[in-house]
């Protein structure tokens, strides 16, 4: 996967290092959309990936600053629209501990803003499918695929196997384009302006 080749190329720099104590290199992947690695340090050196726009003139702009590590491709762009595997600081109940957790982050350039879909796009699957919300499987997102009119995205989902023991298994949404700008311009218009802890990025979500 085009993925893997960039993260290991961005590893291989972590580890050989450089005379600078940070490096932020842009590697495009079209219109205008491209990876951001961040390195710093320079005794103990630290690797960020994330996603970034570059307009006409050469002005970047920050869409979000954690790519998530995913089986498949964790990024898919078709025009002015990028949807991306992002990651979102969560603390998880279960044990107290705050990390970055799997969200469907959308956004419409030049402007923006980032905006996170995640509940939009699992309710239609919900929906369609007759799926319980509390049945997808949380940070389960596994690929995200792109075709002419769509966007395939692959997760997972619990079922009650022959003796009602919960068992994971594979689930798929299909969404058109059309229908994720829905989305887009829906958050947009009712969204909440929300900040990311770690890295204080700003974006929208609807409550």
């Known amino acids: 996967m085009k993925l893997r080749i960039v993260l290991s190329a961005f590893a291989m720099l972590a580890i050989a290092g ?11 992947i079209g219109n205008g959309f491209g990876y951001v690695t961040h390195v710093s340090g320079f005794t103990d050196r630290s690797l960020s990936e994330g996603l970034c726009y ?14 998530q590590m995913v089986w498949g491709d964790n990024i898919q762009v078709t025009n002015n629209i990028a949807v991306l595997v992002g990651g979102v600081s969560h603390v998880y109940a279960e044990d107290g501990v705050e990390r970055l957790s799997d969200r469907l982050i959308a956004f419409e350039a030049p402007a923006g803003p ?3 879909i995640t509940d939009q796009v699992l309710q239609k699957y919900c929906a369609d499918s ?6 997808v499987i949380q940070d389960s997102l596994v690929s995200l695929t792109k075709t002419n009119s769509a966007l395939r995205i692959d997760f997972g989902i619990l079922k009650l196997d ?3 023991n919960s068992t994971a298994h594979d689930a798929t949404i299909i969404i058109s384009w059309r229908d994720i700008e829905a989305i887009i311009q829906d958050v947009k218009k009712s969204g909440k302006s929300k900040k990311e802890k770690r890295s204080g990025t700003e974006y929208l979500q609807k409550e």
């Open 18 to 28: 450089c005379g600078r104590s940070h490096t932020d290199d842009f590697t495009p």
């Open 54 to 67: 570059q307009d006409s003139t050469g002005k970047r702009t920050r869409i979000w600053p954690y790519l």
């Open 114 to 116: 980032p905006m996170d």
């Open 130 to 135: 007759g799926v319980k919300r509390a049945d």
């Open 162 to 164: 022959e003796v009602l």
